[in-house]
């Protein structure tokens, strides 16, 4: 009895220090909702009221209506977003299929230089990306945003170790029916990685769609801006217009909430799939 009721109370404790982190997380996302409602006075005045006390629209009018390059970088963010994502997942999964399952030269050297990758910030590479995506003339274009992103060294790691623990089983009964590695790994493996792609998939949208570094640096048209980069001309030397730039990343948190309740079933598959021997 003893253990059962010390039990209960570390469950009673846990959820509690969870729903309070909870209610932490999501306090600064219902004040921009709030303020997303509010006019920039109201803002600005410094007041500590949490809803608004002169509820507008005219914020989300401005951005739909009023904002002539709006749409455009909404456009650009999803075009730009799921290519990079499908390009991930198709490219991802192969290069993780291969060092799981195939056997060819160099395959440990290639798997430790993804594993060497994994230790350099991104940050590093930025410069180096710049000049490369200036010299073969993709500044400010839809390729020099999607092409650089297209791969995922962490994301090939994560693939590869689901594919070490997929059933050789079923790809063995697959070549006895005459499938090749190509057909094994198109009507047999994908079909049946869901999870780890799913959540592979929600990472990497989310990842592009909140992208400001790369954009700030390779674009400098303002109509190929993404959202993240459109929403910083909100901001100004002198004033910042926050009632916009609230109603704006409300817009723009919608399609990543959407993408990850859509996938969140499968984030418990994919860790139990992608955590095993190497």
Partial sequence: MTNISGLS?????????LTLYAIITLIPFLWALSASFKPLTEIVSGEPNFLPKNFTLDNYKQIFLQEPLFWRWLFNSVAIAISVTLLNLLLNSMAGYA???????????????????????????????????????W?????????????????IFMMRQFFVNFPKELEEAAQLD?????????????????????AQAVFVFMGSWNNF????VILFDPEMFTLPLGLNTFKGQY???????????????????GIYAFFNRYFIQSVTFTGGKG
């Fill in 213 to 216: 570094l790369l954009p700030i």
């Fill in 178 to 198: 005459g499938l090749n590695t190509f057909g094994i790994f198109r009507y047999i493996v994908l079909p049946l990685a869901k999870p780890a792609l799913a």
């Fill in 139 to 155: 500044l400010n274009s839809y390729q020099g945003m999607i092409v650089p992103s297209m791969v995922n060294a962490t994301f």
């Fill in 239 to 257: 004033i910042s217009y926050w009632n916009y730039i609230m109603a704006a990343s409300m817009v723009f948190t919608l399609p990543a909430l």
């Fill in 9 to 17: 109370w570390l469950k009673a404790l846990l959820y509690v220090l």
């Fill in 99 to 137: 060092l799981a399952r195939l056997r060819f030269v160099g395959k440990r050297f290639w798997f430790f230089l993804i594993l060497a990758v994994l230790a350099v910030p991104a940050q590093i590479t930025l410069i180096p990306t710049f000049l490369i995506l200036k010299a073969i003339g």
